[in-house]
C-alpha cells in the first residue's frame, strides 16, 4: 500500500513541477516568475521528503531543511531587488 | 511497522501530494497575479506540511530509529517564511504595477504635449 | 541573574528546542552547544525585535492553535475546490481591515496568521492609520470578511497578548 501512495505521489508532485515550469516560462511578469521559483523550490522540498521515505534514508532531510532555507533567501532577495532596482535605475 | 501507522502515512502521503499539485494548478491557471499568489503560498504549504508528517510517522515507527522529529524544523521553517514570501511579492508586484501604471501616464503627457 | 541570562525566554526556548530537533543532540557536548546559542543568538539579535508584548494566557494561547490549525485544513479545502472550479465565479478583492491593537509584534503576527489562512493574503500593515490592507481570492461580501477576521483571530490575539492599551511612548 505504501509503495502504490509513493507512486501516485510522484507523479501528482511531478504534474505540480510541470505546472510550476509552465508559470516560470510564461511570465507574463518577473514577479510571476519569481512566484514561480519560489514554488519550485518547495515543491523540490515535498519530492525530497518523498525520496526520503522511498529510500528510507534520513540523509535527505538535510537537503530539504537546505532547500528551505536558501529557497526562501533567494525569494527575499529578488523581492528586494525588484523592490529597490528602479532606485538605482 | 504496523498496519495502522502504514495506513495513515500512506493517506498523508497521498493527501500532501495532492494539495502541492491543487497550489501549482491555482498557479498555472489563476487569471492575475494577485490571484496566483493564493495558491502556491498555502496550498503548497499544506501540502508540504502533510508529507513532513508522514515522513516524521514513517520514520519513528520503525524498529531500530527512535523519534524522528527533524521534519518539525522544516515544517516551523516553511509555516514562518510562507506568509513573509507572500507578502514580500505582493509588494514587489505592486510596486512594479504602480512603476508601469506611471510610466503610462508619463508617455501619455509627453504624447499630449508634442 | 535569570532574567538577565535570558532577556527573551521564548526565543532562547526556541533556538534551544531547534538546534536539538536538527542536530538530534544526544551527546553533552551538542547540548552544551545548544544551550550557548540559547544564551547569544537573543543577544545577537536583539537590536531587530520590537518590544514584545507579555503572553498573559497560554491557555487560550494554545485553544487559538487549534483554532488555526483547524482554520488551515478547512480553508484550504475551500480554497482548492475554488482553484480546480469555473473561475469565472471568483470575486477576488481588496479589503481593508481597521485594526484595534496597536503593538507592531502582534499586528506581525495577525498579518501572518492571516496570510496562512487560505483565501486571504496579507498585503500591507499600514501603522499610521493601523489598517492591514488585505486581498482577498474570493469575497463577495467584504464587510463579512472583515467581520470573521476581527472576531475570529484578532481579538483572541488581543487577549492573549494583553494589548489592547495603546502604547505608551
Known amino acids: 500500500m505504501l509503495n502504490a501512495a509513493i507512486e501516485i505521489a510522484f507523479v501528482l508532485i511531478g504534474a505540480a513541477l510541470a505546472l510550476n515550469l509552465y508559470r516560470l516560462l510564461r511570465g507574463p511578469d518577473t514577479s510571476d ?42 525569494t527575499v532577495a529578488l523581492c528586494k531587488f525588484l523592490l529597490r532596482g528602479d532606485i538605482i535605475e | 511497522m504496523n498496519a495502522l501507522s502504514e495506513a495513515a502515512v500512506a ?11 491543487l497550489g501549482s494548478i491555482g498557479l498555472a491557471r489563476l487569471p492575475d497575479f494577485l490571484t496566483r499568489l493564493h495558491g502556491p503560498t498555502k496550498a503548497t504549504t ?23 522529529l527533524h521534519e518539525l524544523a522544516i515544517l516551523f521553517f516553511l509555516f514562518i517564511t510562507a506568509p513573509v514570501t507572500a507578502h514580500l511579492l505582493a509588494k514587489a508586484a505592486l510596486h512594479r504595477q504602480a512603476r508601469v501604471d506611471d510610466r503610462r501616464r508619463q508617455g501619455e503627457e509627453a504624447s499630449k504635449e508634442l | 541573574m535569570i532574567h538577565r541570562l535570558f532577556p527573551r525566554p521564548f526565543l532562547s526556548l526556541t533556538v534551544f528546542l531547534l538546534w536539538m530537533v536538527i542536530t538530534h543532540a544526544v551527546s553533552a557536548g ?36 487549534g483554532v488555526f490549525a483547524l482554520d488551515i485544513v478547512t480553508a484550504n479545502w475551500r480554497v482548492a475546490r475554488q482553484v480546480i472550479g469555473p473561475l469565472h465565479r471568483l470575486s477576488p478583492a481588496f479589503v481593508e481591515v481597521p485594526l484595534d491593537l496597536r503593538d507592531p509584534f502582534v499586528a506581525t503576527l495577525l498579518a501572518s496568521v492571516v496570510s496562512l489562512t487560505p483565501g486571504t493574503l496579507s498585503i500591507d500593515v499600514d501603522r499610521q492609520r493601523w489598517i492591514l490592507l488585505i486581498h482577498a481570492l474570493d469575497a463577495p461580501d467584504p464587510q463579512a470578511l472583515v ?3 476581527k472576531a475570529r483571530y484578532e481579538s483572541p490575539l488581543k487577549e492573549i497578548f494583553a494589548c489592547s492599551m495603546p502604547p505608551s511612548k
Not at chain 1, 518547495?42 to 532547500?67: D, K, R
Not at chain 2, 508540504?48 to 530509529?65: T, Y
Not at chain 3, 552544551?32 to 537573543?42: E, F, T
Open chain 3, 147 to 149: 467581520r470573521e477576521i
Open chain 1, 33 to 74: 516568475r519569481i512566484l514561480a521559483l519560489d514554488t519550485l523550490g518547495i515543491n523540490a522540498i515535498a519530492l525530497l521528503v518523498l525520496f526520503g521515505i522511498n529510500s528510507a534514508s534520513t540523509a535527505y532531510f538535510e537537503a530539504a531543511l537546505l532547500l528551505a532555507l536558501l529557497g526562501f533567501v533567494g
Open chain 3, 30 to 65: 551538542l547540548l552544551l552547544l545548544g544551550a550557548l546559542l540559547a544564551i547569544v543568538v537573543p543577544r545577537l539579535t536583539r537590536p531587530f525585535w520590537p518590544d514584545p508584548p507579555r503572553l498573559v494566557r497560554p491557555g487560550q494561547a494554545l485553544r487559538f492553535l
Open chain 2, 46 to 68: 499544506l501540502g508540504v506540511g502533510a508529507l513532513l508528517l508522514a515522513s516524521a510517522i514513517f520514520f519513528s515507527s520503525r524498529e531500530n530509529g527512535g523519534i524522528s
Open chain 2, 11 to 21: 493517506a498523508l502521503i497521498v493527501l500532501g501530494a495532492l494539495f502541492v499539485l
